[in-house]
């Protein structure tokens, strides 16, 4: 079963939409990549994957509009706005699309689990790093963490270094870390064409250092940055995760 729902995002300063498969389960939300739409997954076949575990009742899928990558993307108006925009994407996944799963779910005691790939794998880990009092897990498939490199700018503001875990992350201390500490983040990327493991190496590290607990898994050259490699990751982590 799909749905829909669309409202006005006072943070985002437009109309968003979420999208859900699945009536029972675990909720995970699934982010897009950088420029996609909450519908995304479904045209590429992602939901397809994951049908079993769906219609067995394991999970519900979740995914929204990226808002901030499209802005990126789109170099919407300037560098700093695009900053904004990024800690405000977050802000909004907290306080507007939590408390929507949670009302779906009719319950606010139930955590959630993040995934995404490329891009959406750093708003993965981000959003279990900056909130992990909801979210418990974190799938971060084919991910890019250290986004300066996209942005137009020289100089990075206050919205961009506390919405980038490989930067905020070492700056954690306190209730905080001790609760994120309690998390698990798995970070998975093929080795082929188009991927970088380094970046999944980097971003382990800063998690390692603090003590959140992880894993990276390298699934060997073979494996490319294209959906073909994330329709097989997606359910064999989430059907072991729920197992």
Not at 6 to 12: A, G, N, P
Request: glycine share 8%; with cysteine.
């Amino acid at each position: 079963m799909k749905t829909v729902g669309k409202w006005r995002s006072q943070r985002l300063e437009r109309e968003v939409s979420m999208v859900r498969w699945g009536t029972v389960g675990q909720p995970v939300l699934l982010f897009p990549t950088a420029g996609g739409d909450a519908e995304e997954i479904e045209r590429f076949h992602i939901i397809g994957s994951l049908r079993a575990l769906l219609d067995a009742g394991k999970i519900k899928i979740y995914s929204v509009d990226s808002v901030a990558g499209a802005a990126l993307l789109a170099r919407e108006k300037n560098a700093r706005h695009q900053m904004w925009l990024q800690d405000q994407f977050h802000r909004y996944i907290r306080h507007e699309v939590v408390p929507a799963i949670h009302a779906d779910c009719k319950t606010t005691n139930l955590e959630i689990w993040s995934a995404g790939a490329s891009i959406g794998a750093f708003h993965a880990i981000a959003s279990v790093c900056r909130f992990p009092d909801v979210f418990s897990r974190a799938l971060a498939i084919s991910g890019t963490y250290d986004l300066r490199r996209f942005y137009d700018a020289q100089e990075f503001s206050d919205d961009f270094w506390v919405s980038s875990p490989i930067h905020f992350v070492p700056t954690l201390a306190g209730p905080h870390l001790d609760k994120l500490r309690t998390r698990f983040i798995l970070i998975a990327s093929g080795a082929g064409r188009a991927e970088d493991m380094g970046e999944s190496w980097r971003m382990a590290s800063v998690l390692g250092k603090q003590g959140i607990p992880n894993r990276v898994d390298s699934w060997g050259p073979q494996w490319h940055h294209d959906w073909e490699t994330w329709r097989k990751m997606l359910p064999q982590y989430l059907g072991e995760w729920t197992k």
